[in-house]
C-alpha cells in the first residue's frame, strides 16, 4: 500500500516570484495612494495647495488618489494574498507563470495609464470607474487573463475539496468581470473620448450598482479570503467555525449585490428601488460581523500574542475595523440618517475606516507574514513595525473622528431652519469655513499614516538587505514539494453537500454566479427599463453645441466631486436650491452628475442665479465672489482653446445614443457653437473683460453652467 501511494506522489514547486512581484508592486502603489491620499487633503484645508497647475487641483488628483488606493494599492496587494494562497490551498503551481507575468505587467500598465490620464482630465467623470474605453478594454482583458489562470489551477488542483478562502476569490473573479462590463458599455467618440450608453436615471442606478459592489467585490470578498487564509496560519490555529464560513459566504454574495441604491436615498430614483437598497443594507449587518466573529474568534487563545506579534495586531485590527465599516454602512443606508450623513464628509471618514481600517490593516498583517517566508529570514525589525501599527491606528482614527464632526455638522448646518420657516444658516460658505478645521486634523492623520508606511518600507528595504547577505547573494532554489494528483484521493463518501460541493469547482461557480445575478437583475433591469417610469417632460431639451462642451470640460475639471446636481425632497434642500429634482431632467446627461458630495454647494439650479461675468470672476478667483472659498483657481479656462472640431461626432454619437438631435443641428453645430460663444464673450467685453475669450474653454463652461435648471425654471418658482 505504502509503496503505491509513494509512486502516486508527483513533485511540484511553487511560484513566490509572482508574489514577490505583487509585493513591490504593492508597497510601491500603496505610498503613491497615501501620499496623494495626504496631498488631497491638505487641498482642502488650504486651496493654495492646488499649486495653480492645471493638472494638481482637487478635481483632477482625487480621482486619481482612489483609483490610486483601490486597485493600484489595494489592488497588488489583493494579487499578492490571492497568488500565494491559492497555490498552498490548491497544492499546485499556478496554471500558467506565463499568464501569470501577462497579468502582472498588464495591472501595472493599467496603473500607469490612469496615473497619466486622469491628471490630464481624461476622465469618464463616473466615481471609481473613470478611466475611459481603451483602457476599460484593457482591464477586461487582464481580468480574463487573471481568471483563466486562476481557474484553470482549481482545475489541476490536488487537494479535493476547496478551503473557504477560495469560495471568496472565484466571487471576487466572476462579480467583479459582471460589474465593470455592465457599468463600462459606452460609445467612442475618440481615442479618449466617450460617452456612456446610458443616461440620467440609468446611468445613476448602473453606476451605484457597480460602485457599491466594487467595495463590495473588490475591497471585501478578496480580504475575505485572505483573512480566511492567513489569520488561522498566522494564529496556527483552525478557523473558528467551518458551518459559520458557509453562512458567511453564501448569504454575503447574495445579500451585498442588492444594496447599491443606497448611494441614491432621496434622489429622483423611485422610493420602491431606494427601500429595497435601504432594507438589503440593513439585513447586510448579519453575515458581514458574521465573518468579523469567524476572524476574531479564530485567534482566540492567542490574544497574548497578539500584544507582542506586529502581524497578529495588524490581522485583529483589520478585522474589528471590517466590523465597524460594516456596522457603519448599514447605519447610514437608513433613511433617517442618510439625510444627515448624505453628501458630507460623514461617508468619507466611514470609506477610509474601510480601505485603512481593513484594507491597509490586513495587506500589512499580510506582508508581515509573507517577508521573512517569501526571503527566507527574520523581519528587520518588529519595533518598526508596532510603530508603524500604531502611526496608522492613531492617524486613522484622527482621520475618523475630524470626519465624523465634520460630517454631522455639515448635515445639521445644512438642514437647519428657524421658527420662521427660514434657513440659519442660508448661505453654504458657512458651513464650509466651519468644517476647514476639522480637514486640517483629518491632513494631517494622513500624515501619520503615511509616515507609518514608510517606515514599513524602510522595515522591508532592511529585511530584503538583510536576506540578500545571509544568503550571500544566490539566487534561492525553488522548493520542490510532493503530492497525490487529484485522482489519486480517496472519495469521502459520507462528506456533506456542502463538502461535496467544494469537490466542483464549476458548479460552485456558476451557484454563485447566479447568486450575484438575481439582485443585480433587480437593479439593472429597472434601469434599463427606466423610460418606462420616468415621465418625459417636453420643456427639457438637449444641450446646445457650446453647452454640451462645456459640460465636457465641468466633467474633464472634475467639478462632480465638489459639487452635486440633486436636490433632495426636504424643506431646507427647496428653500436652500429650488423645487427637488426630477428624473426627467437629466435624461440628456452622459454621464449623469448627480454627485456623491458636496464640498460646494448644489448646482442642479444654478443656471440664471448669477450673471455671466460673476461666474467669469469666480472661475479666475473664487475669494473675490466668496470670501472664504476653498475652490482652486481655474484661470487656464481663459487661455485654453475650446476644440469645436469635435463637435460633429460628439453629437453624432449622442444621437445615436438617443438624443434628439437632427443631421441638421449636427451639420451646423460648429456655427451654433461659436455664435453663442462670441454672445457670450460680448456680454464679457461689456463688463471688462479685455482679453478675447470667444475660443475659449470659459466660455462654454459659463454657457453650460448657466444652462443648469433653466428648463424647469418656472415650475421651481425662481
Known amino acids: 500500500m505504502s509503496t503505491n501511494h509513494e509512486a502516486q506522489l508527483e513533485e511540484f514547486s511553487y511560484d513566490d516570484k509572482i508574489s514577490k512581484a505583487f509585493l513591490m508592486a504593492t508597497i510601491l502603489w500603496g505610498a503613491i495612494a497615501l501620499f496623494m491620499g495626504v496631498f488631497i487633503a491638505f487641498q482642502l484645508a488650504y486651496w493654495k495647495f492646488n499649486l495653480g497647475l492645471e493638472w494638481t487641483t482637487f478635481g483632477r488628483l482625487r480621482p486619481l488618489h ?132 446610458y443616461a440620467g436615471i440609468q446611468d445613476a442606478l448602473v453606476q451605484w450598482w457597480y460602485g457599491h459592489n466594487a467595495v463590495a467585490f473588490f475591497l471585501t470578498t478578496p480580504f475575505l479570503g485572505i483573512m480566511y487564509y492567513f489569520i488561522p496560519k498566522a494564529a496556527n490555529r483552525p478557523v473558528y467555525s467551518y458551518r459559520l464560513s458557509i453562512i458567511h459566504y453564501w448569504s454575503l454574495v447574495f445579500i451585498y449585490i442588492w444594496a447599491g441604491p443606497h448611494h441614491l436615498l432621496y434622489t429622483s430614483v423611485p422610493d420602491w428601488v431606494q427601500t429595497l437598497g435601504m432594507t438589503f443594507s440593513i439585513i447586510l449587518w448579519m453575515p458581514s460581523w458574521g465573518g468579523m466573529i469567524n476572524g476574531l474568534l479564530t485567534l482566540r487563545g492567542v ?282 431632467e437629466s435624461v440628456y446627461d452622459r454621464p449623469f452628475q448627480w454627485g456623491s458630495r458636496r464640498i460646494g454647494p448644489d448646482l442642479a439650479r444654478v443656471g440664471g442665479k448669477y450673471n455671466d461675468m460673476w461666474h467669469y470672476r469666480h472661475m479666475i478667483n473664487p475669494r473675490e465672489v466668496t470670501a472664504g472659498s476653498i475652490m482652486p483657481n481655474y484661470d487656464w479656462l481663459t487661455k485654453k482653446k475650446v476644440n469645436f472640431k469635435m463637435l460633429p461626432k460628439k453629437m453624432n454619437a449622442m444621437m445615436a445614443l438617443g438624443t434628439p438631435y437632427t443631421p441638421e443641428q449636427v451639420t451646423r453645430s460648429i456655427d451654433d457653437a461659436m455664435a453663442q460663444a462670441q454672445e457670450i464673450a460680448q456680454g464679457l467685453s461689456e463688463n471688462g473683460v479685455s482679453m478675447k475669450v470667444a475660443d475659449k474653454e470659459i466660455v462654454a463652461l459659463i454657457a453650460y453652467l448657466q444652462r443648469l435648471g433653466i428648463d424647469t425654471k418656472e415650475e421651481a418658482g425662481e
Open 66 to 197: 482612489t483609483n490610486a488606493a483601490i486597485f493600484a494599492f489595494v489592488g497588488n496587494g489583493m494579487f499578492l494574498g490571492v497568488y500565494y494562497s491559492t497555490q498552498r490551498l490548491c497544492k499546485t503551481r499556478m496554471f500558467s507563470d506565463f499568464l501569470s507575468w501577462v497579468h502582472f505587467w498588464g495591472w501595472q500598465l493599467i496603473i500607469v495609464s490612469a496615473a497619466i490620464t486622469l491628471p490630464l482630465g481624461i476622465t469618464t467623470g463616473k466615481e471609481y470607474a473613470e478611466l475611459e474605453w481603451p483602457i476599460d478594454i484593457a482591464i477586461a482583458v487582464v481580468w480574463v487573463v487573471f481568471a483563466v489562470n486562476f481557474f484553470g489551477t482549481l482545475i489541476k488542483r490536488r487537494e479535493r475539496h476547496m478551503y473557504v478562502a477560495l469560495w471568496f476569490y472565484i466571487a471576487t473573479i466572476v462579480t467583479v468581470a459582471v460589474l465593470h462590463i455592465f457599468n463600462s458599455l459606452s460609445l467612442p467618440v475618440s481615442f479618449m473620448k466617450s460617452y456612456p450608453v
Open 303 to 584: 490574544w497574548d500574542k497578539v500584544r507582542t506579534e506586529p502581524m497578529l495586531k495588524y490581522f485583529a485590527t483589520a478585522v474589528t475595523f471590517y466590523g465597524m465599516a460594516t456596522f457603519e454602512g448599514p447605519l447610514l443606508s437608513i433613511k433617517s440618517v442618510n439625510y444627515i450623513g448624505h453628501f458630507t464628509d460623514w461617508v468619507v471618514g466611514h470609506v477610509h475606516a474601510g480601505t485603512i481600517g481593513w484594507n491597509y490593516m490586513m495587506i500589512a498583517g499580510v506582508i508581515y507574514f509573507l517577508v521573512p517566508k517569501l526571503f527566507k529570514t527574520e523581519i528587520y525589525s518588529k519595533k518598526i513595525a508596532n510603530a508603524q501599527f500604531w502611526l496608522a491606528t492613531i492617524g486613522l482614527l484622527l482621520y475618523m473622528m475630524s470626519m465624523w464632526v465634520a460630517g454631522i455638522t455639515q448635515g445639521l448646518m445644512w438642514r437647519a431652519v428657524d421658527a420662521s420657516g427660514k434657513l440659519v444658516y442660508p448661505n453654504f460658505i458657512e458651513t464650509v469655513v466651519k468644517v476647514v478645521p476639522m480637514y486640517w486634523v483629518r491632513a494631517f492623520g494622513g500624515v501619520f499614516v503615511l509616515v507609518g508606511f514608510f517606515l514599513m518600507i524602510f522595515n522591508i528595504w532592511m529585511t530584503y538587505r538583510k536576506s540578500k547577505w545571509v544568503n550571500q547573494d544566490k539566487e534561492e532554489a525553488e522548493e520542490v514539494y510532493k503530492a497525490a494528483p487529484l485522482s489519486a484521493q480517496p472519495e469521502e463518501k459520507d462528506a456533506d453537500s456542502h463538502r461535496k460541493l467544494e469537490g466542483l469547482p464549476m458548479v460552485f461557480t456558476v451557484l454563485t454566479l447566479l447568486a450575484i445575478l438575481v439582485g443585480g437583475a433587480v437593479e439593472i433591469i429597472p434601469s434599463i427599463l427606466s423610460d418606462r417610469f420616468v415621465e418625459k417632460d417636453p420643456r427639457v431639451k438637449p444641450y446646445t453645441p457650446l453647452e454640451l462642451l462645456g459640460r465636457d470640460i465641468y466633467v474633464k475639471e472634475g467639478c462632480y466631486v465638489c459639487h452635486s446636481q440633486q436636490i433632495r425632497p426636504t424643506v431646507s434642500e427647496k428653500l436652500r436650491y429650488g423645487n427637488p429634482s426630477v428624473a426627467a
